[in-house]
């Protein structure tokens, strides 16, 4: 009830305390990175290999060489 008080007595500072959050909240959702992943600088290497009813084991002999 206190609370409800206070904002009754102070309407005006009530006001610019909102619109300082709003224009806080904008502007920190504007500024924040839209990228969920992090960019890493390592090199990738794709590896397309059709499947062909083969066995995993066979699948693994024409990559892996010992």
Same mark, same amino acid.
């Not at 969920?36 to 892996?64: H, L, R």
């Given at each position: 009830?206190?609370?409800?008080?206070?904002? /009754?007595?102070?309407? %005006? =500072?009530?006001? *610019?305390?909102? /619109?300082? /959050?709003? /224009?806080?909240?904008?502007? !920190?959702?504007? =500024? !924040?990175?839209?990228? %969920?992943?992090? &960019?890493?600088? *390592? @090199? %990738?290497? +794709?590896?397309? #290999? @059709? +499947?062909?009813?083969?066995?995993?084991? #066979?699948?693994?002999? #024409?990559? *892996? &060489? +010992?």
């Amino acid at each position: 009830m206190w609370l409800v008080r206070l904002a /009754l007595r102070r309407p %005006i =500072s009530v006001m *610019v305390g909102v /619109l300082a /959050l709003l /224009l806080g909240g904008w502007l !920190a959702a504007r =500024s !924040a990175p839209a990228d %969920i992943f992090p &960019t890493f600088d *390592v @090199p %990738i290497i +794709y590896v397309v #290999q @059709p +499947y062909a009813g083969m066995a995993p084991s #066979q699948m693994e002999s #024409q990559f *892996v &060489t +010992y």
